[in-house]
């Protein structure tokens, strides 16, 4: 069955840089986009962007543009989101989500927690 | 900036019927946004229930549909069962980018 399996909590000081992972299992990892979603504490979703998996082509939303990198190992079949220059405003919850055949976000990862804090 | 817009919150009786419902800053919601949506439990991740308006994946309970109604993209839920309380979200998408709404947080009362 299709898992997505991401990295444990992380706790990091303002400024560092954090890389999250998303592993994926139960399919063929190169034949579905990954996105990626962050959660605020006690606040909505927000998609953060997408890679595909085929031609590890990033493109990120608005907002996630500069410190916020996508990437893969596709040897592995594993995702990764890199945050650089932590601010406070990052601690969040972020999420991999994969696509489907003919729809999006279909399968969702467990959550990464990311608190940065001095 | 483009604005999802859900309900903040809504009660209903178990057993009852409700509908949620997801509207667009830019007008109309058709099924070209692609809208979905999402049940997330405080501590878990968000699970996919309709894609596409109203397709269901293999997971979703018969007493979720999806639709669109008066210009909005539409989650009804028949026969609510006490372990439907949860947030829900809609995602819609424009031109390369998804948006999600904010949220409607259901209670079962």
């Known amino acids: 069955q299709v898992q997505l399996v991401q990295s444990g909590s992380e706790l990091k000081k303002p400024g560092a840089s954090v890389k999250v992972s998303c592993k994926a299992s139960g399919y063929t990892f190169t034949n579905y986009a990954m996105n990626w979603v962050r959660q605020a504490p006690g606040q909505g979703l927000e998609w953060m962007g997408y890679?595909?998996?085929?031609?590890?082509?990033?493109t990120y939303a608005q907002g996630f543009t500069g410190r916020f990198v996508f990437s893969l190992d596709t040897s592995v079949s594993t995702a990764y989101l890199q945050i650089s220059s932590l601010e406070a405003e990052d601690t969040a919850v972020y999420y991999c989500?994969?696509?489907?055949?003919?729809?999006?976000?279909?399968?969702w990862g467990q959550g990464t927690l990311v608190t940065v804090s001095s | 900036q483009t604005v999802v817009t859900q309900e903040p919150s809504l009660t209903v009786s178990p057993g009852g019927t409700v509908t949620l419902t997801c509207a667009s800053s830019?007008?109309?919601?058709?099924?070209?946004?692609?809208p979905n949506w999402f049940q997330q439990k405080p501590g878990q991740a968000p699970r996919a229930l309709i894609y596409?308006?109203?397709n269901k994946h293999s997971w979703t309970p018969a007493r979720f549909s999806g639709s669109l109604l008066g210009g909005k993209a539409a989650l009804t839920l028949s026969g609510v069962q006490p372990e439907d309380e949860a947030e829900y979200y809609c995602?819609?998408?424009?031109?390369?980018?998804?948006?999600f709404g904010g949220g409607t947080k259901l209670t079962v009362l």
């Open positions: 995602l819609l998408y424009y031109n390369g980018a998804w948006v």
């Open positions: 989500a994969r696509d489907c055949t003919s729809c999006h976000f279909g399968y």
């Open positions: 596409t308006t109203s």
């Open positions: 830019t007008g109309a919601v058709t099924s070209g946004y692609y």
């Open positions: 890679i595909s998996t085929k031609s590890g082509n990033p």
